[in-house]
């Protein structure tokens, strides 16, 4: 099983500010990794997949980097409603697919 | 709109039997592979199960595997989940999830809300 970690567990930033997310597997995944978006009480949203391409309708202050065992979300200027949980998501090896345990955005 | 709506979470013992069902619509059901995603409370995402887009291919989490069933009736535009000898470990958000291609693995572009299961005594 390919473990996915996510650095920080937490995140604090202001505003406007830019935001910097780890996830790292335990084995190369190639580009075969996703990233969602969780905001409290609603279900996971795809931001991101092939570890660089972003979803249809994400805005371009969202962007991925990486390949084989880290990768990087990157968040250019955070607004208010980019405050929440994101996960990476591997899916290169299977089964299982496995997630990362996440890493929250909160508001400075 | 792609629409995903899960029911037939509830309350159950353990060692007991539930069946979730996903109600797809939206989309060309039978062009896509699906999959079960859970999240404990509080706790991260883990997938649990993944079905290809005719069923001829499935794949299970090893916490599960032999106890959970997967299944989809493409006449009917449904996913299910068929849970058996069910355990504590097992209460959880059950998100019904849509993969991007026709393979039963991959990532997920849409999401349902979710059905609660919890097992308890």
């Known amino acids: 099983e390919i473990v996915m970690t996510q650095s920080p567990a937490t995140l604090s930033v202001s505003p406007g500010e830019r935001a910097t997310l780890s996830c790292r597997a335990s084995?190369?995944?190639?580009?075969?990794l996703a990233w969602y978006q969780q905001k409290p009480g609603q279900a996971p949203g795809l931001l991101i997949y092939?570890?660089?391409t972003r979803a249809t309708g994400i805005p371009a202050r969202f962007s991925g980097s990486g390949s084989g065992t880290e990768f990087t979300l990157t968040i250019s200027s955070l607004q208010s409603e980019d405050f929440a949980v994101y996960y990476c998501?591997?899916?290169?090896?299977?089964?299982?697919?496995?997630f990362g345990g996440g890493t929250k955005v909160e508001i400075k | 709109e792609v629409q995903l709506v899960e029911s037939g979470g509830g309350v159950v013992r353990p060692g007991g039997s539930l069946r979730l069902s996903c109600s797809a619509s939206g989309f060309t059901f039978d062009d896509y592979g699906m999959s079960w995603v859970r999240q404990p409370p509080g706790k991260r995402l883990e997938w649990v199960s993944g079905i290809n887009w005719n069923g001829g291919s499935t794949g299970y989490a090893d916490s599960v595997k032999g106890r959970f069933t997967i299944s989809r009736d493409n006449a009917k535009n449904s996913l299910y989940l068929q849970m058996n000898s069910l355990r504590a470990e097992d209460t959880a958000l059950y998100h019904c999830?849509?993969?991007?291609?026709?393979?039963?693995?991959?990532?997920?572009?849409?999401w349902g809300q979710g059905t609660l299961v919890t097992v308890s005594s």
């Open positions: 084995q190369s995944v190639s580009s075969n």
């Open positions: 998501q591997q899916y290169n090896n299977w089964p299982p697919l496995t």
């Open positions: 092939g570890a660089s």
């Open positions: 999830a849509k993969n991007r291609g026709i393979a039963a693995a991959g990532y997920f572009d849409y």
